[in-house]
């Protein structure tokens, strides 16, 4: 656009010039058909010079839109350069976010594995205990007149009933318990 402005400047300048000369050029002694061609030449000169002066405002004024373009573009890749900016600062803290909540999420994950093996574990203590127990309270028995026996063994199965009734309450409660707290845990890391 540059070089066309510059040429339509050049033109422009190049008529001025012709136009000059031809004036210079005149004589007073000189007569009417030099005058008439003269003339002639002016009339076609100002033309050319009118036509390099609409060319000359169409380019200065393509150069100013292009100018005001490349001004709302420059400033339109400012403004994505900060959204940029800001989405990648964004992305960072969400990053940091994640990871600190995954290993979050692998400790409670870890914890609850390592409570489920305890409790496993203390729910074949107490089927030993059970077991042991029985055998126990068997060996008694066989001892034990029958009438005595039905009444020891219906306490007895009722014991045990109590004993595993409250076993599998604290092992429920402990299950629920922790599961409510993996849940609470896991529904905190999603809201964020």
Partial sequence: MRCNWVESANERGNVIQTLARSVISISPAGGGKIADGLEHDNSVLEGKLKDASKRLRAKEAQTGNALKERDDAVAQLDSFKAKVNDLAQELETTRKTLESETLR???YQNKLQSLQEDLQFKEKLWKEYVRESRRRHDV???????????????????????????????IDQMRDDLEGQYKAKIQRVHRR
């Fill in 105 to 107: 999420r692998i400790e």
């Fill in 140 to 170: 008694s028995v066989t001892e034990i007149d029958k009438k005595i026996k039905v009444d020891y063994e219906s306490r007895l199965e009722a014991a045990i009933a109590d004993l595993r009734d409250q076993q599998n309450y604290e």
